[in-house]
């Protein structure tokens, strides 16, 4: 009778020893297959479409790319002409530190002088932008021309989505790729 029940202690170890072999190998092979499916936000990014001939100079409108807001502005000739005079008051006029494609104009960061394209999100905190026109006195900027707030560090930024000088904030916003189309209108995520 102890044969027996050793032999019967002995199959049934085996069994559940090949079982867990088995769950160990089922496991490591779904953790493999979903690691190749790649999640719907980090698949290549999707082209939106915007005309921006709807909007009046010193206008903005946020637009929707792939999940993400994307502010379009309509710049005045009154934000370009102060676009050089704001530099000294600015954290990085250059855009030396700045996330944006290649070819951009160094001042306007734009492909063309009167419309810019940047992330609707800050650098500072990662907040939300609020588009605040030149109309608008923003406290303690004397020299506002126009631009974006961050709306949870009241961090500014010029016409040009370059930050002013702030302790939260050390880079300018992203500029996402785009490209200005034959017809006027701007495909943002073109080219990546």
Known sequence: MTIQTDERRRAL????VKALALGGLLAFVLALLASLITPQHLRPNEVAYFDPR??????????????RPVFVLRRTPAMLEALSALEP???????????QPEGLDRETRSRTPQ?????????????PLDYVPPDVPRPPRPDWVGGFVERC????????????????????????????????????GYGQ
């Open 54 to 67: 709807s909007l009046a100079p010193g206008e903005a409108v946020r637009v929707d790319w792939d999940g």
């Open 89 to 99: 008051a600015l954290q990085d006029p250059g855009s030396r530190r700045a996330r």
């Open 13 to 16: 170890l085996r069994v559940l």
């Open 153 to 188: 560090g009241d961090i500014p930024y010029d016409p040009a989505g370059r930050v002013y000088r702030h302790p939260q904030a050390t880079r300018n916003l992203d500029i996402p790729p785009y490209v200005v189309l034959n017809d006027g209108r701007i495909a943002i």
């Open 115 to 127: 419309l810019l394209v940047v992330l609707a999100l800050g650098t500072g905190f990662g907040c």
